[in-house]
C-alpha cells in the first residue's frame, strides 16, 4: 500500500498499481485503514488496571513504571520454584510480519525459558496434511489462475478472505472456465461460480475419495506422470476400490452424479486448479482431508501446466532464516512444556504447573481462541498476571493488569512472506508512533535489557532484524535483499512468470515425489494411504450428541472483519450490522424460526444470541454465523467460541473451529 504524509499525518491510503498481485486493490478493510490508525479508542499510553478484571478500567502510567513491573513480576517468577514455564507467551496473527510476529519476542522468550506456544489457531492440520502429500506449504502459482479452465474453489471463499484471487478467477470463467465451489455453505464466492456442491461440513476428504475412484475406474489418470513422479499409485488404487462415489456421496450428503461429474470434469479439463483454504481443515479429520485432497493434481498430472495443480499455501517457497530470527538455541538445552494455543482455555484453568503469567501481543485470545468461557475463566484468575499489548481495548485488554499501546502497520518497520502469492513484501513506516505506541519488538528490546538478556541479538534494530530475515542461501532468495525490498516495496521470489513447480515431480518429500503412501504419516501411528477421517461432532462420530444437537455451525470470516481485527470500527460493525446466523429455511421451520427473529445458538460448552436470517445458504443441518464478532459487541457479551471446542485436530495440533454441533431456539 501507498500512504500520503502531510505534515506528519497520513492523509490518503491506497493499493500500489506496480504491485502485480494486488494491482493497486485494497481489500474493504485496509482500504479504511486510517480510521484504524487514528480511531478515536487507540490505546495511546502504558495502563495499569484499576477496576476488577474484565471491567476494562485503567489510568496511565509511564512506559518505564509499566517495563519495571513487568521485569520484576517475570523475574519473580522465573526464580520461583515453578520456574519460567510458569510464563506464557501469547501470540498469533494480528500482523503476521517477521518484526513484529516471530523474532525479538521469540527471542526474548527462549532466552527466559518460558512456556513454548504451539501456534495452532488457523492453519496446522491442512499444513501437515499437506506436507504429508507434497512435502511442505508450496503448490501452484495464484497468480495463474487466469489461465485455468477449470477451478476448484474447495472450501475457500476469496470474494471475502483472499479477495486478490477473485479478479483470476472471474478472468478464468471470462475466457470460459468452469468454477466450481466446494462448500457446505453458498457463500458470496460460490453464488458467482458455475456450479455449487454443498456438502457436509468435514466431509471432503469423502468426495476427494470418491473423485479419485472415478478418475481411476474411468482411466482418467496421467500414467505417465503417475510412474514418473509419485510414490504409492498401485495402493492408493486398491484403497480406492471401495471408496465409490455411492459411498462417498453418502457420507458427504450429495447425490452419487454430482461425485461422478465432478470426477470426469476434474479428470479431463486441462488446465485445472484447486484452490484449497483453511475453512476444510478446521475439523477433526482436517489434516488427513488436506493429505488427500492434494494427491488429486498429481493423480491426473495437472501439475504439468503453471495454471494447474493445488494450492493451500505458498509459504515454504520462501527461505527466510527463521532460526537467526527466532534463535531457539537461547533456550541453551532447555526443554519448556508446550502448551496449545487451541486449548489455551485448559491450560489457563487447569495446568499444572499454572501459568501464572500471559504476555499478550498480536492476539485476542479472549474472543478468537475456541471455547471462550473457558479462556475466560482462565484471564478472570485473581493470580494470573496479565500484560497485553494492543492498539485496542480488546476483550482480552479487559482482563490485563497492564496494558501496552502497540503501532499500527503504518508506524513500524516488518518484512512479509504470504501464504497466498509468491512476493516478499516490506512494511516501511510511514509516519511516527501514534501516542506512545511501541513496536512489538522495542517493547521486548527494552524488558530484555531490563532482565539483563545480554546476547547481542537483543541489541538488533528492526532493519537488522529484516536484514537478518532476507539472509538466505536458497536460488528463491538470491538478488532479495531487505535494501532491494525497502526500496521497491515487493520483489517476486526468484521464480519463473509461469512458475509450474512440480512440472517434473521434484516435490520437497522424503522421496521427491508425490506421496500417495506416506512413511511419515505411517512412524506417526497413521494409516499412510489416504482414508476418510470423519469430524468428531456428526451422526456419524458421534449419534448421542447430534442428536441433542443436531446442527453443524461455521463461524467462518465475516467481510468486514480481519478475524476480530476491524471488529470494533464503527464503520465495519454497521456494515455487518449485527451477529447473525444463517440458516436453511426446513431448519428454521422444523424450529418456528421466522428470518428476523432473535435466536439462540447453545451446546454443552456455552451459548449465545443472535439474528436469523433466513436465507437458504447454507445446506440444510448446516448454520452459519460470520465472525471474529467481540463479545463486548454482541447483544448478551458472547461470540460463536463460546459454542467452539478446544478439540484438536488429527495433525500438526490444529483448532477444529468448524466441527462443532449445536442447537438453535427461538429466544
Ligand atoms: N469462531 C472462530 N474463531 C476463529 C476463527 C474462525 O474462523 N472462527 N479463525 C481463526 C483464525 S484462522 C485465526 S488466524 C485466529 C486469529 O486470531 P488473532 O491472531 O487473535 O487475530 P486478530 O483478532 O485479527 O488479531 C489479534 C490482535 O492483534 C492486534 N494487532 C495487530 N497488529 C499488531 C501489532 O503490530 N502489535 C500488537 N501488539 N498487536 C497487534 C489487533 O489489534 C488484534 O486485537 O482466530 C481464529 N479464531
Ligand atoms: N475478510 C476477511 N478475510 C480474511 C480473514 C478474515 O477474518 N476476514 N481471515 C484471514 C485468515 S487468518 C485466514 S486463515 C483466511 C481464511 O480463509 P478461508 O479458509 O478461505 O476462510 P473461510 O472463509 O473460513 O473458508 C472458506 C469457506 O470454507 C467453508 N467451510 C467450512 N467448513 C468446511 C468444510 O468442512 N468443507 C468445505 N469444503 N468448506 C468448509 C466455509 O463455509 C467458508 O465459506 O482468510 C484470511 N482472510
Ligand atoms: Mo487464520
Redesign the pocket.
Known amino acids: 500500500m501507498l500512504v500520503t504524509v502531510k505534515d506528519g499525518v497520513a492523509i490518503r491510503i491506497q493499493g500500489d498499481p506496480s504491485m502485480p498481485f494486488t494491482d493497486g486493490t485494497l481489500c474493504t478493510k485496509v482500504s479504511h485503514y486510517l480510521e484504524r490508525t487514528y480511531a478515536p479508542d487507540r490505546v495511546l499510553h502504558p495502563m495499569r488496571r484499576t477496576g476488577p478484571k474484565g471491567r476494562g478500567e485503567f489510568q496511565r502510567i509511564a512506559w518505564d513504571e509499566a517495563l519495571d513491573e513487568i521485569a520484576a513480576r517475570l523475574k519473580a517468577l522465573a526464580a520461583s520454584p515453578e520456574g519460567p514455564e510458569s510464563i506464557l507467551p501469547l501470540s498469533?496473527?494480528?500482523?503476521m510480519g517477521m518484526v513484529?510476529y516471530a523474532s525479538m519476542d521469540r527471542r526474548f522468550f527462549h532466552r527466559l525459558g518460558a512456556s513454548l506456544l504451539e501456534r495452532t489457531?488457523?492453519?496446522s492440520a491442512g499444513k501437515f496434511g499437506i506436507k504429508a502429500t507434497l512435502g511442505g506449504s508450496v503448490g501452484m502459482d495464484p497468480e495463474r489462475f487466469a489461465e485455468a479452465r477449470l477451478i476448484l474453489l474447495w472450501g475457500a471463499n476469496p470474494i471475502v478472505s483472499n479477495l486478490h484471487l477473485w479478479p483470476r478467477v472471474l478472468e478464468a470463467k471470462r475466457r470460459g472456465a468452469k468454477v466450481i465451489a466446494i462448500d457446505p455453505y453458498r457463500s458470496l464466492s460460490a453464488e458467482k461460480c458455475s456450479q455449487h456442491i454443498a456438502l457436509l461440513p468435514g466431509t471432503d476428504g469423502a468426495l476427494a475419495l470418491g473423485m479419485m475412484h472415478v478418475l481411476v475406474a474411468e482411466n482418467l489418470v496421467d500414467r505417465d506422470y503417475i510412474a514418473r513422479y509419485t510414490l504409492g499409485f498401485e495402493a492408493l488404487a486398491e484403497r480406492l476400490k471401495t471408496c465409490t462415489p455411492e459411498w462417498a456421496a453418502g457420507v458427504c450428503g450429495l447425490r452419487a452424479a454430482e461425485v461422478v461429474q465432478l470426477a470426469r470434469d476434474y479428470g479431463t479439463t486441462r488446465p485445472a486448479a484447486i484452490r484449497l483454504n483453511?475453512g476444510m481443515q478446521?475439523h477433526a479429520g482436517g489434516g488427513i482431508a488436506a493429505r488427500t485432497i492434494a494427491c488429486l493434481p498429481a493423480l491426473v498430472g495437472a501439475w504439468r501446466e503453471p495454471a494447474g495443480g493445488i494450492v493451500l499455501s505458498t509459504n515454504d517457497f520462501y527461505n527466510f532464516d527463521h532460526a537467526a530470527l527466532e534463535r531457539p538455541d537461547l533456550l541453551g538445552g532447555r526443554q519448556p512444556r508446550v502448551i496449545n494455543h487451541a486449548a489455551v482455555g485448559d491450560a489457563l484453568t487447569a495446568a499444572s504447573p499454572p501459568v501464572r503469567a500471559v504476555v499478550v501481543?498480536?492476539?485476542?485470545?479472549v474472543?478468537?481462541?475456541?471455547d471462550a468461557e473457558k479462556v475466560v475463566a482462565g484471564f478472570r484468575r485473581e493470580d494470573l498476571f496479565c500484560v497485553v499489548?494492543?492498539?485496542?481495548l480488546?476483550d482480552t485488554a479487559d482482563y490485563a493488569d497492564i496494558v501496552l499501546p502497540?503501532?499500527?502497520?503504518l508506524e513500524?518497520f516488518d518484512v512479509h512472506k504470504s501464504y497466498g502469492h509468491l512476493y516478499v513484501l516490506a512494511n516501511n513506516p510511514s509516519i511516527a508512533p501514534v501516542g506512545e505506541s511501541l513496536?512489538?519488538s522495542e517493547v521486548f528490546r527494552r524488558l530484555a535489557a531490563r532482565l539483563g538478556f545480554d546476547d547481542p541479538c537483543f541489541r538488533d534494530s528492526d532493519e537488522d532484524i529484516c536484514r537478518t530475515a532476507l539472509r538466505s542461501a536458497s536460488p528463491r532468495m538470491q538478488g532479495i535483499g531487505w535494501e532491494r525490498v525497502k526500496e521497491s516495496g515487493w520483489q517476486r521470489l526468484r521464480v519463473p512468470e509461469r512458475f509450474a513447480p512440480f512440472a517434473e515431480g521434484g516435490f520437497p518429500t522424503p522421496s521427491g515425489k508425490c506421496e500417495f503412501t506416506s512413511a511419515w504419516l505411517e512412524r506417526q501411528g497413521f494409516d499412510p494411504l489416504p482414508f476418510f477421517n470423519p469430524p468428531a461432532e456428526s451422526a456419524v462420530s458421534d449419534a448421542a450428541r447430534a442428536k441433542r444437537y443436531p446442527l453443524a455451525f461455521l463461524?467462518?470470516?465475516a467481510r468486514n472483519f480481519?478475524?476480530?481485527?476491524f471488529a470494533n470500527l464503527k464503520r465495519f460493525r454497521d456494515q455487518e450490522g449485527e451477529p447473525r446466523l444463517e440458516l436453511h429455511s426446513s431448519d428454521a421451520q422444523a424450529r418456528g424460526i421466522v428470518d428476523g427473529d432473535r435466536v439462540r445458538v447453545f451446546n454443552d460448552r456455552g451459548s449465545y444470541f443472535l439474528r436469523a436470517r433466513v436465507n437458504d445458504k447454507p445446506r440444510p443441518g448446516v448454520v452459519v454465523a460470520p465472525?471474529?464478532w467481540w463479545r463486548k459487541h454482541s447483544p448478551d457479551g458472547r461470540n460463536?467460541?463460546s459454542v467452539?471446542s478446544q478439540r484438536i485436530a488429527d495433525l500438526g495440533g490444529g483448532?477444529t473451529?468448524y466441527d462443532c454441533l449445536v442447537e438453535v431456539e427461538k429466544a
Open positions: 498469533y496473527a494480528g500482523t513484529q489457531l488457523c492453519s483453511y478446521r501481543y498480536n492476539n485476542n485470545p474472543a478468537v481462541c475456541p499489548m494492543d492498539s485496542f480488546t502497540a503501532t499500527t502497520q513500524h513496536p512489538n463461524s467462518p470470516p480481519l478475524n476480530s481485527t465472525s471474529v460463536a467460541n467452539t483448532a473451529f
